[in-house]
């Protein structure tokens, strides 16, 4: 009975064995034929060759340095999917391209990919968000600029554009809250000084609209309110602090007594 059990023991791991060496060639040749693939443009046969190779190389020993070079390259076979639809025309299809090959390269450390994926969400969504603005369909377009935004913050064509449809809307918490945000980063970093400088312009301006616009039907506290939000991120606004004192005198002044 002993030599029975060693010799099924024996035949079983030949078996697996045999098993794995056939996952490992199946797997190989995966990745061979997405490669190829690659090779050709034809990203779109590449992709479920490789997310094959991923799946599977996880689970075959021997594959590692496959699945590894097949999460190199996925990223990117996504990311060229995005462009040929973008080319097309096809500008919703190209956004959810682009946001996965960007969120792939994310995770499987594709840096230049998920940068490059980052900045053409932007143009895409500053493609698809135009005409709405200029129709002044302002709430279509802060829908649309928002996916970019959401997708890449430091974008700031998508920001501003995503502020202006805000204050469009007359949501002006919004609205400020991005200008604010595009202010913010020149702070933090040199290369975004420019778009703060233009975020800062725009925040002030649109906000003494607001204060004159307030000021105008009476409403002096809103128009306090805005001069006050413009002050809090600028407080050497010359335009605003010269509104303000004259808010201010204009109150006092209705507050004497007749003589």
């Known amino acids: 009975m002993k030599m029975l059990k060693i010799a099924l023991v024996a035949t079983a791991l030949v078996v697996a064995c045999n098993v794995s060496a056939q996952d490992l060639t199946a797997v190989n040749a995966k990745f061979s034929e997405a490669a190829e693939a690659l090779k050709a443009k034809n990203f779109i046969a590449a992709i479920p060759l490789f997310e094959a190779v991923i799946d599977e190389g996880l689970e075959t ?12 390259h996925l990223p990117t076979a996504v990311f060229q999917v995005g462009g040929q639809q973008f080319r097309g025309g096809k500008l919703d299809e190209a956004l959810a391209s682009f946001s996965r090959a960007a969120e792939l390269a994310e995770l499987y450390g594709n840096v230049s990919v998920m940068n490059n994926a980052r900045t053409w969400i932007g143009r895409t969504v500053l493609r698809q968000g135009a005409d709405a603005f200029n129709a002044k369909d302002y709430a279509t377009a802060a829908a649309i600029f928002a996916k970019g935004y959401a997708g890449n ?21 919004k609205g400020n809250e991005v200008y604010r945000a595009v202010m913010a980063l020149g702070e933090q970093d040199s290369r975004f000084a420019e778009a703060a400088a233009q975020a800062a312009a725009k925040f002030s301006e649109d906000n003494l609209i607001r204060a004159n616009e307030a000021a105008q039907a009476q409403d002096l506290v809103s128009a306090l309110a ?16 010269a509104m303000k004192t004259q808010i201010v005198e204009f109150q006092k002044a209705a507050a004497q007594p007749a003589n």
């Open 226 to 241: 805005a001069l006050d939000e413009i002050l809090s991120a600028i407080p050497a606004d010359e335009k605003a602090t």
């Open 153 to 173: 913050p430091n974008d700031t064509a998508v920001a501003m554009n995503l502020a202006m449809s805000y204050i469009g809307m007359g949501d002006y918490t």
């Open 61 to 72: 020993d021997g594959a590692e340095e496959l699945v590894v070079e097949a999460k190199k």
